[in-house]
Nanobody
Framework: QVQLVESGGGLVQAGGSLRLSCAAS????????MGWFRQAPGKEREFVAA????????HYTDSVKGRFTISRDNAKNTVYLQMNSLKPEDTAVYYCAADLGSLRIVAVATAYDYWGQGTQVTVSP
């Protein structure tokens, strides 16, 4: 079993920044591909970013490239999402997820085995 707990969400004005954290249980965290997804009201869950087990490879959806940065600290069993230049359209519940089976980054929610409970990010105009 893997437990994921997100934190760091909140209310911020457009142009501001937030850093999300996701703390994971399990001694093999360093073997997981980790991802961030988000879901806005009335919309489907969408991929945001993911990072390989070593941290050497990352992937972002086009709408956040250049603004968001995913990183991980395997010693702390934690993955981060630094979000800069936030826009109202970034408003959503953000979820972290662990992919235990893929050797490479997969940007599809069905590939991920464990999910956190989500943290709300609200960006005001």
């Amino acid at each position: 079993q893997v437990q994921l707990v997100e934190s760091g969400g909140g209310l911020v004005q457009a142009g501001g920044s937030l850093r999300l954290s996701c703390a994971a249980s399990g001694r093999t965290f360093s073997r997981y591909v980790m991802g961030w997804f988000r879901q806005a009201p009335g919309k489907e869950r969408e991929f945001v970013a993911a990072i390989s087990w070593s941290g050497s490879s990352t992937h972002y959806t086009d709408s956040v490239k250049g603004r968001f940065t995913i990183s991980r600290d395997n010693a702390k069993n934690t993955v981060y999402l630094q979000m800069n230049s936030l826009k109202p359209e970034d408003t959503a519940v953000y979820y972290c997820a662990a992919d235990l089976g893929s050797l490479r980054i997969v940007a599809v929610a069905t590939a991920y085995d464990y999910w956190g409970q989500g943290t709300q990010v609200t960006v005001s105009p």
